[in-house]
């Protein structure tokens, strides 16, 4: 069984910083199309960034030299390091990743489990 697995959430003043990660577990042949999302109380979810096998990097302008997304291919995990968080950043986080396993013949999409960021102001 594949799974994506979060931590690294919680609450912190605005001007914090918080580093989320998200490990993959499992028998994993490949690990890609890396991404975190948020989604906040009564909105939609929002790309936050994203990472890709050649180390392409897109943020959110809203994020854009705050947040730093990274990934370490040997341990199948990526990161995201959030500085200087506001209040609108607060909402619920999600890693996303395309992975190959030993289940499917394709790569399938998978989702962590969501935590929580909540900055005070």
């Known amino acids: 069984q594949v799974q994506l697995v979060e931590s690294g959430g919680g609450l912190v003043q605005a001007g914090g910083s918080l580093r989320l990660s998200c490990a993959a577990s499992?028998?994993?042949?490949?690990?890609?199309?890396l991404g975190w999302y948020r989604q906040a109380p009564g909105k939609g979810r929002e790309l936050v960034a994203a990472?890709?096998?050649?180390?392409?990097?897109n943020y959110a302008t809203s994020v854009r030299g705050r947040f730093t997304i990274f990934r370490d291919n040997v341990k199948k995990s990526m990161f995201l390091q959030m500085n200087n968080l506001k209040p609108e950043d607060t909402a619920v986080y999600y890693c996303?990743?395309?992975?190959?396993?030993?289940?499917?013949?394709?790569?399938?999409?998978?989702w962590g489990q969501g935590t929580q960021v909540t900055v005070s102001s």
């Open positions: 499992g028998s994993i042949f490949s690990f890609d199309g």
């Open positions: 990472v890709t096998s050649g180390g392409t990097v």
């Open positions: 996303t990743a395309q992975i190959q396993s030993a289940i499917y013949t394709s790569p399938q999409n998978y």
